[in-house]
């Protein structure tokens, strides 16, 4: 009898043994498990974060677009607000009623480039990509201000241009000129905006010794020559001048006589 429960008791014991590793495995096993799901939910949680975030940005770009699209949110931190319109062109501008379309014959992404080598033609040699550049911000601000001006750009190599140079076959169209046109009935009325009519030119005469001059963009009228053109096709009135010339060897008088074509005076010499 006491052999038989020695017997007992050794197997008993050796059961228990054999029980220990099977349960510290289960208990690694669940441990395991459970470390997995808590991952696999922290992932969960950031990936949601992640989607919910990358929805708010796409919200947000939507609504900015859209706002951009109504109002005019852009602003000018240049210290001398060269990208701006003076006040009395924005409220000119909000007072149209009449649908103006502004074709701008040229391609924005790379306009102030081929008008550095368009403005050849002027003697114009040095970079004014400054004042290229600003053209084409101040002319994309006609349409934030009035939604009746329509723009748009069509590129001199294109088959579109060849039409409308043939629409306007008595205009001398060339690149970087805005065709400011409006339509009353069946009638257009219609401005050709030019490099000179955009662009102050000076002349260089630092060479002048060596027999040559240059000439520089000093200037941009911008906003002059095209609000003008606006009010030119806008309006039903015709303004005359008559300009009486002095016996003189100079003329003094071309920079006036720019000033009332600006102002859409029809003038007699």
């Given at each position: 009898a006491e052999n038989e429960a020695v017997e007992v008791a050794e197997a008993v014991e050796n059961v228990e043994t054999a029980k220990k590793p099977?349960?510290?495995?289960?208990?690694a096993?669940?441990?395991?498990?459970?470390?997995?799901q808590f991952a696999l939910k922290r992932g969960g949680y950031s990936l949601a974060i992640t989607a919910a975030v990358l929805a708010g940005i796409i919200i947000f770009n939507v609504l900015v677009s859209a706002l951009a699209d109504r109002f005019n949110l852009e602003f000018d931190m240049t210290s001398q607000k060269t990208n701006s319109m003076t006040e009395e062109n924005i409220?000119?501008?909000?007072?149209?009623?009449?649908?103006i379309n502004l074709t701008f014959c040229a391609n924005s992404d790379n306009y102030a480039e081929y008008m550095a080598y368009y403005a050849q033609q002027y003697g114009v040699s040095e970079n004014a990509s400054n004042y290229y550049n600003q053209t084409l911000k101040l002319v994309e601000k006609y349409t934030d201000y009035n939604k009746n001006i329509k723009l748009d750009y069509v590129d001199a190599q294109s088959s579109e241009f060849s039409a409308i140079t043939a629409k306007y076959s008595g205009e001398t169209i060339g690149y970087g000129d805005i065709i400011v046109s409006t339509k009353n009935g069946?009638?257009?009325?219609?401005?050709v905006v030019g490099f000179k009519d955009i662009y102050a030119i000076s002349q260089d005469d630092t060479?002048?010794?060596?027999?040559?001059?240059t000439s520089?963009?000093?200037?941009?009228?911008?906003?002059?020559?095209?609000?003008?053109?606006?009010d030119y096709v806008t309006s039903d009135k015709i303004k005359k001048a008559a300009v009486i010339m002095g016996h003189t060897t100079s003329d003094y008088t071309s920079a006036y006589l720019s000033m009332l074509k600006e102002n859409n005076y029809e003038y007699q010499v």
């Open positions: 099977e349960v510290k495995v289960k208990k096993k669940k441990a395991k498990l459970i470390k997995n409220e000119f501008l909000k007072g149209i009623e009449q649908e069946d009638k257009e009325k219609h401005r060479y002048a010794s060596y027999g040559y001059t520089t963009v000093s200037g941009n009228n911008i906003e002059t020559a095209l609000t003008g053109a606006i």
